[in-house]
Nanobody, 127 residues
Framework: QAQLVESGGGLVQAGGSLRLSCAAS????????MGWFRQAPGKEREFVAA????????SYADAVKGRFTISRDNAKNTVYLQMNSLKPEDTAVYYC????????????????????WGQGTQVTVSS
């Protein structure tokens, strides 16, 4: 079982940057594909980015491609989301999640495939 704790959210102006972190505990971290999702008020939870257990494969939603970067440090049991050129439409609660698979596959883009979730961290981008 994995426990996930996100941090790094906050209020930032449009064009600014934030880095989210997600610290994991439990079974070996590298056995999980890790994902970031977000949910804005009144909207469904949506895929943002995912990374394989080794960090060698990544995937991004079109809305964030070129602006966000997902990475992981398996020695620190932590996954990161570097968010640059933030826009007001990026405002949401951001969640990290763990999928019990070392290898990335397209199912990592679906929230219902994930086994464990963090509590979320709020990101607010002002215009």
């Amino acid at each position: 079982q994995a426990q996930l704790v996100e941090s790094g959210g906050g209020l930032v102006q449009a064009g600014g940057s934030l880095r989210l972190s997600c610290a994991a505990s439990g079974r070996p971290f590298s056995t999980y594909t890790m994902g970031w999702f977000r949910q804005a008020p009144g909207k469904e939870r949506e895929f943002v980015a995912a990374i394989s257990g080794s960090g060698g494969s990544t995937s991004y939603a079109d809305a964030v491609k070129g602006r966000f970067t997902i990475s992981r440090d398996n020695a620190k049991n932590t996954v990161y989301l570097q968010m640059n050129s933030l826009k007001p439409e990026d405002t949401a609660v951001y969640y990290c999640a763990a999928l019990n698979s070392y290898y990335y596959s397209p199912r990592a883009r679906r929230p219902d495939e994930y086994d464990y979730w963090g509590q979320g961290t709020q990101v607010t981008v002002s215009s």
